[in-house]
C-alpha cells in the first residue's frame, strides 16, 4: 500500500477543514453584528413605548386626582344639602319611628352589623349609598363574608335616595312591597 492514499486524505481534510473554520469565524461575526445591532433597535424601541406609557400613566393620574377632587368638592356640597333636605320631625311621622341623620338602617334589609361593613367601605351617608352600584354593594357584602354574601342590595340604593331627597311617604310605600330588601 502506498503511503499516498493516506496522506493526500488526510491532508485534504485538513486543509478543508482549516478553511472551514476560518470561514465560518468570519462569517459568524458578520451574523452576531447584525444580531446586536437588531436586539439594540429592539431595546431602543421599548424604551421609547415606555417612555410613552410612562407620560400616559402620569396624565391619567392627574386626570384621577383633579375628578377625585372635584368629586370631592361635589359630595361635600351635596352632603350639605343633604343635612338642609332631612327633617327628623317629619320622617319620624311618616315612618313611625325617630330616625336619625344618615341612617343607613333605616333601608330595608340593612342592620348594625352591615352599616357597619359599609361604613368602613366609604359609605356613611344615604348619597354615598344611592350612588353606590350594586355590584360594589355585593361585592362590599361578599367581602364581609358568607353570612353577609346572601343578602341583595338590588333596591338599597333607591331606598337610601329616597331618604337623601326626604321623600319618606315614597320610602314607607315601597318598603311595604318588599320583603327583607328585595322586591
Known sequence: MDISCFIIPVA????????????????SGKAEGLLVASLQSDLDACKTHTKSLTARISSLEADLASKKTKTAKKK????????????????????????????????????????ALFNAAGITTWYDL??????????????????????????????ALFAYQGK????????????????
Open 130 to 159: 344611592s350612588e353606590a352600584s350594586t355590584e360594589k354593594l355585593q361585592a362590599i357584602l361578599d367581602a364581609g363574608g358568607e353570612n353577609y354574601a346572601m343578602h341583595n342590595p338590588s333596591t338599597w340604593a333607591k331606598q
Open 12 to 27: 485534504a481534510g485538513l486543509i478543508f477543514g482549516i478553511l472551514g473554520y476560518f470561514l465560518g469565524k468570519r462569517s
Open 76 to 115: 361635600t356640597s351635596l352632603t350639605a344639602t343633604a343635612k338642609y333636605l332631612f327633617d327628623e320631625k317629619l320622617a319620624k311621622s311618616v315612618l313611625g319611628k325617630k330616625i336619625k341623620d344618615n341612617d343607613l338602617k333605616i333601608v330595608e334589609g340593612i342592620g348594625p352589623k352591615i352599616e
Open 168 to 183: 319618606w311617604q315614597e320610602l314607607r310605600d315601597w318598603q311595604a312591597g318588599l320583603l327583607g330588601g328585595k322586591e
